[in-house]
């Protein structure tokens, strides 16, 4: 069954989100590290949290894996990943592991 990692980055009083450098020198580190386990991404930048309403989340990335070994095994490779996420946030962000039932 396939897996899926959600990486969630809320908005909060002063928090910073470079997405720029997100989309291209932090995922060029996810391709490099983790990519050769990864079925799919999909990364969607917040823009409203309803009408009239500003987001609640800078961003979220969703990565699809085949299974959990392929999670499994992404997620040992992640090291430089995880240690890059200081240089485009200062969000501490929140994590999903989910099955993908649709």
Not at 36 to 57: C, D
Not at 82 to 96: E, G, R, W
Request: charged fraction near 15%.
């Amino acid at each position: 069954m396939a897996v899926s990692l959600q990486v969630i980055y809320p908005v909060s009083d002063g928090s910073t989100f470079d997405f720029d450098y997100y989309l291209s020198t932090h995922f060029d580190l996810v391709g490099e590290h983790m990519g050769p386990h990864i079925a799919a991404t999909t990364v969607t930048r917040g823009v409203a949290g309803g009408p009239k309403t500003p987001p609640g989340y800078h961003a979220i990335a969703t990565i699809t894996f085949a299974d959990q070994a392929a999670l499994d095994a992404a997620m040992k490779a992640s090291g430089p990943v995880m240690a890059d996420v200081p240089n485009f946030t200062n969000v501490n962000p929140d994590v999903l592991i989910g099955e993908v039932v649709s």
